[in-house]
């Protein structure tokens, strides 16, 4: 761009419509191609920081998609867990009241017993 602006400001010259206005429109149509190119420059920094921005956006979304993900199967794992202690329970409890309930039944058979012995011993003092 600045090689065309020169070579603009040399025809404008060579028409003879003006040294001074040829060269101070020369040097105008130079200085404004450097603020676009640096206008540009400055474009494209702004969109390679987006572009890294969204870079690091993805990757920490994507980890924390894969940290959710972690999450989520330990929860399953222990919903699971606790469903089979559930059940260790509910079938222990049932365990332990079979035993009781036998248990009462023999306490029940063995007073039973003692008091058919009693019954059956002779007294003492004169019966």
């Not at 039973?112 to 019954?119: D, H, L």
Request: aromatic share 4%; with cysteine; proline share 1%.
């Amino acid at each position: 761009m600045e090689t065309l602006a020169i070579e603009q400001a040399k025809q404008l010259a060579l028409q003879g419509s003006g040294w001074a206005i040829d060269i101070f429109l020369g040097v105008l149509l130079i200085l404004r191609d450097r603020q676009y190119g640096e206008c540009l420059k400055a474009q494209i920094g702004l969109a390679t920081q987006m572009a890294t921005a969204l870079e690091h956006s993805s990757v920490t979304n994507a980890a924390v998609a894969t940290s959710l993900d972690s999450c989520t199967e330990v929860f399953e794992r222990l919903n699971d867990y606790v469903g089979e202690l559930s059940d260790n329970v509910e079938a222990n409890a049932k365990a332990v009241n079979e035993r009781v309930t036998d248990n009462g039944k023999f306490l029940d058979d063995i007073r039973k017993g003692i008091g058919e012995v009693q019954r059956d011993m002779p007294r003492r003092g004169g019966a």
